[in-house]
């Protein structure tokens, strides 16, 4: 079964790198037209040079109001994919509020205000579109070390069902994948540690962590008309983590 999204227009968010930047590699190869977002000048500025034909688009999603101005300029998509989030391990005995407040920004408040502004514009036009959150396996099982981050993707789960339940009537479907750990460079970043990964490593009945383009598969497929019935689902991609 082929999956295309060719000639859509798709809204990445966290663009700059790991499954972001994997997702607009393979929407590019696919002929859709791709808007990628990102904070980093620098990373958007390579990826505009790797692939020419993005619509580049920076800004800190954690600034609610540059993000609306930002957002409000372009047409309506076909697609979103609110990918970009942050994580941090801290005990719940030592969590700061900078981190919190970081994971918050990113992971929960800068979703919403995306999809509030992607949602309107897709209704406008009539679009009916596709959403889709990345989220995470941890938004289901608790981790060590990880109760803001858990507790930020938990939410992402639940705005996930709500906006499915209001945007049903506009023919807008919003799902959402929760992977085990990625082996992006932010998942090498907390993860690399033997002492942090194996514990987790022998709860996944596969045996490993995951491989981006095992996200983006499954994102592609979400997004795509071969799922024109499906909203309001989470869908794990964590090698059987959450069973055991």
Known sequence: MEVSLKGKK??????????????????VKQGATVYALTKTEEMLEKLKSEFPSIIPILVDLRDWDASEKALEQ?????????????????????????????????????LVNVTRIISKKMIEAKVHGSIVNVSSVSAQKSVKNLSVYCTSKAAVD?????????????????????????????????WTDPVKSTPILNRIPLGRFAEMEEV?????????????????????????????
């Open 158 to 190: 639940m705005i996930t069902r709500c906006s499915a339940l209001e945007l049903g009537e506009h023919k807008i479907r919003v799902n959402a994948v929760n992977p085990t750990v990625v082996w992006t460079q932010m998942g090498k970043d907390l």
């Open 10 to 27: 798709v809204l990445v968010t966290g663009a700059g790198r790991g499954i972001g930047k994997d997702l607009v590699e393979t929407l």
């Open 74 to 110: 372009l047409p309506a998509m076909d697609c979103l994919v609110n990918n970009a989030g942050v994580a941090d391990m801290q005990p719940i005995t030592e969590v700061t509020k900078d981190s919190f407040d970081l994971i918050f920004d990113i992971n929960v408040r800068a």
């Open 216 to 244: 983006t598969n499954v994102i592609l497929f979400l997004l795509s008309n071969k799922t024109s019935m499906t909203t309001g689902e989470t869908f794990l991609i964590d090698g059987g983590y959450s069973v055991s």
